[in-house]
């Protein structure tokens, strides 16, 4: 698939992807959920691939949101789809077995704010800001927004900017846990860029299987987690990459892992 929206580049084991829609804000139109639903598909498949990397083109935004403009002329039948398509969006990539971080240089709101979510983790530029506006216009989170954000934050202060329809600042968003990080933004892809560098010089099965206990066992009582995990962690000593790291360790060398 010939992408028009989506740009995706990939060095050295880490995938970054751009949601090219400037003069939008990179709004998600039904064709950017489309071409991004395709590009991390294949970065799914692609063994090349370690980290992936999300980010808006240009200075002023991440993603304003699922487009308005489009959503003003649908159906109910159309929204409907729309929604199951942005849903499955966020749902593979929360479910990818590589790390996904959202780099957020600007605005992330309502649908913009839910792809964010569905990433591992956020850094954001000192720009940024965050919100769900849905409810001034008539509706609410439907990518999975009311759920993540509730789960990461809490409920209280995840009602809160539901409710309200505020943006934060992304100081208010690193206070509240919703980001990891804040940066310039003339650092953002710099400091993300040697976070995923670490990462990519770890086990791909390690922190893939790592990334499956923590997506999957929060969706478990506690002690369905502690066994979910220790499934994997076993699954993980029938792995090259479990005797080349603790080979290499034993040889005092840094191990080679080859995500097998
Ligand atoms: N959609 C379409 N166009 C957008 C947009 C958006 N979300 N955000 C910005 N733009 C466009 C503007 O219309 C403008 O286009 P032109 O007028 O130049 O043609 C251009 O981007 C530049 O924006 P502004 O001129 O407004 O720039 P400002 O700096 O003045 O303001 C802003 C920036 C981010 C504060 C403002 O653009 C704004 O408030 N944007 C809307 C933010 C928003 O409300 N986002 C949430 C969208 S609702 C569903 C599940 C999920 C969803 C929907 C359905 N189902 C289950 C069915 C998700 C819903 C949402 O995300």
Not at 68 to 93: C, D, N, S
């Amino acid at each position: 698939m010939e992408e028009k929206y989506v740009l995706a580049e990939i060095a050295d084991g880490i995938a970054q992807v751009t949601v090219n829609r400037p003069t939008s804000l990179n709004a998600l139109n039904a064709e950017v959920l489309a071409e991004l639903e395709c590009v991390f598909y294949e970065l799914e498949q692609d063994q090349s691939v370690q980290v992936v990397i999300v980010t808006g083109a240009g200075e002023k935004a991440f993603v304003a949101g699922a487009d308005i403009k489009e959503m003003a002329e649908m159906t109910a039948y159309q929204a409907h789809q729309f929604g199951l398509k942005g849903q499955r969006l966020m749902l593979f990539i929360e479910r990818m077995s590589k790390p996904v971080i959202a780099a957020v240089n600007g605005y992330a709101l309502g649908g913009g704010l839910e792809l964010a979510l569905a990433c591992d983790f956020i850094y954001a530029s000192e720009n940024a800001k965050v919100g769900f506006p849905e409810v001034t216009l008539g509706i609410m989170p439907g990518f999975g927004g009311t759920q993540n954000l509730a789960r990461l934050i809490g409920p209280a202060r995840a009602k809160e900017l539901v409710y309200s329809g505020r943006m934060i600042s992304a100081e208010k968003a690193l206070a509240w846990g919703v980001v990891n990080e804040v940066c310039s933004q003339a650092e953002l892809g710099a400091r993300v860029l040697e976070l995923a560098r670490e990462v990519a010089k770890r086990s791909p099965l390690g922190v893939g299987y790592a990334k499956n206990a923590i997506v999957n066992g929060l969706n478990m009582g506690k002690e369905d987690g502690f066994r979910y995990e220790a499934s994997l962690f076993g699954v993980l000593f029938a792995t090259e990459d479990q005797k080349e790291g603790m080979t290499a360790f034993v040889e005092k060398r840094k191990a080679a892992f080859l995500g097998k």
